[in-house]
């Protein structure tokens, strides 16, 4: 329950003496402070952030009251200027409560409550290390459920989302989220932990407190659902200096060992963090990066593959390493739907819109690697019309073997006219291969527009359409509210234009099998979407297109990691008329500190009898 002092000092009322850390923190996410000056604020230094623009340190109550709901640490933001504290020193703090939002109100994270332009005075003597004991995280200690509802249905309920949870009362028994909120700046723990997302350029990784959330088999924690969020995630990053204490390079199934603790914090790519005061000694497990089988000669292979902004300005290594993932750990496959090219100057924002340096430098990079001598088809896009990087135009390309598949060129397509489905003499045929389907459709607005070609393998017309939905990160467009915000459920603002661009697509397959029910169709690429998602069902209506994904094992549907979570962006969707095909993703990227894109590449294979 609430302290007398807390009683004593809530604004507005005369206290007699200063509010304690509990008391400014209250029993929701936001001060009853907020804004209010506050005088000789007790506490003890457990961490100090000395670098970059947002210095300070962390300062914990070691008398804590006994609501679980208010958080007994809280964040001094001294700005560029060195804090001049040490762990350990016991001080008296005067300051303005502010709550800040990481990453600017309107993205739609979690406020961070701190005191700001403070002065502080020693308590008389330093503690000595005798930090308050951390808070350990664990399967028992943090919540199945991740948030509750704003709206006040049960959790997943779902709903329009967009309410926020920033005034309501703390559970912190009840969920996840609000667990740690109660936290909040306090000194916690995590012990013999299992890296659940890899270390990232920015030195940080995630790890799960429980190890049967939703394992995957090769470490990870899986996403499965809009109710599977997995709160037993966290975030780890480090206070220790780099350079004695380098930050360990974990893939994903490394372990934590021993003890990890420091404060709890929350930033903008991730939610909450636990910043490292002690880190755990790294225990490497050896993933090993994955290998499919090379296709029989009777087997259509088909990838996708992101190439994450590759362009003439990419390091040669990329090259190097993208060509032995397609030539060595795809085996080659017969056509891969790439996304992601930029144009022939990379993000300088020039005007150029053509790629063929781009795709003559990767082509020529996997002949090197002992690979087929690929050629490709693609269409340049209008000028800063596709979204991505700016300045990189990005696009969808096919490359394919000729040695193994012909491509029909029709001509016709450029940037602007759509391609249509001809019916000739009782089998379908595109206007031009390649061409967009629907390009100037207002469903592609700032996205990417699907690429249609026709090929030929062993007597058979294949039909494949090579795809990159608009992100979920909204570009140019509004992006989604983040799962670990104060918006819950968190609206998915990108989802109906990913809706609407499955159903023109869906539509165009469609048309494809009215002319032949049974035409063979590919449509891969990344979709930006889930497998349960609304994008992903309307592809699949009317048995248009099937998800050959869905035969795998539930816990192993997985290509792409973010925020410690093992997720489906990319998909290879067939049609009735390619038949029972085999479908393979190949973990090569996501689940490594060292990759080279942050997709992984799948390959389908389709037997032709």
Known sequence: MPSSAGAADAPGAAGAHAPRIHDIQGRTRLSPFAGREVTGVPGIVTGVRDFGAARGFWLQDPHPDRDRATSEGIYVHTGGDSPGVEVGDALRITGKVQEYYPGGKEAGNQSVTEL????????????????????????????????????????GSGGSG?????????????????????????????????????????????????????????????YGSYEDQNGARVKVSSLLPLDEHPFPEADVGDELLRTTEGPLDYEQYGGYTLRATKLGEHRDNHLKRERTRKQRRSELAVATYNVENLSPKSEPAKFERLAEGLVTNLSSPDIVTVEEVQDDTGPTDDGTVGADRTLKMLTEAIRKAGGPSYEWRQINPADKADGGQPGGNIRVAFLYNPERVSFTDRPGGDTTTPVRVEDKGGSPALSASP????????????????????????????????????????????????????????????????????????????????????????????????????????????????????????????????????????????SPGAGRTEYDIVHINAEFADQISDHDPSVVRITRH
Not at 131 to 143: E, G, I, N, Y
Not at 177 to 198: A, K, N
Not at 488 to 516: K, M, W
């Open 435 to 574: 061409g967009r389907i629907a390009p100037q459709d207002p469903a592609w607005q700032a996205s990417r527009k699907p690429l249609a070609g026709e090929f030929r393998f062993r007597g058979r017309t294949v039909f494949v359409v090579a795809n990159h939905f608009s992100s979920k990160g909204g570009g140019d467009l509004d992006g989604d509210q983040p799962m670990e915000g104060r918006f819950q459920p968190p609206a998915r603002h990108s989802e109906p234009q990913r809706i609407e661009q499955a159903r023109l697509l869906s539509g165009f397959v469609r048309d494809l099998r009215a002319v032949d029910p049974n035409a063979v169709v590919v449509a891969g690429g990344d979709f930006n979407d889930f497998p349960f998602s609304p994008a992903l069902k309307t592809l699949r209506s009317g048995r248009a297109l099937t998800s050959p994904m869905n035969r795998l094992p539930a816990d192993e549907r997985y290509g792409y990691v973010f925020n410690g979570n093992s997720q489906t962006l990319d998909h290879l969707l067939t």
């Open 162 to 222: 967009g309410g926020s949870i920033e005034n309501r009362p703390l559970r912190p028994g009840r969920y996840a989220l609000d667990r740690y909120e109660s936290l909040e700046g306090m000194r916690v723990s995590v012990h013999d932990v299992r890296v659940t997302g890899p270390t990232s350029r920015y030195h940080d990784l995630w790890v799960t407190t429980d190890p049967k959330q939703n394992p995957t088999p090769r470490g990870g924690t899986l």
């Open 116 to 155: 700001s332009g403070a002065t502080w005075r020693t308590a008389g003597h330093r503690s000595r290390g005798r930090l308050p004991r951390a808070v350990r995280l664990t399967a028992r200690s943090v919540p199945e459920a991740y948030a509750p509802d704003a709206d006040g249905g049960p959790p």
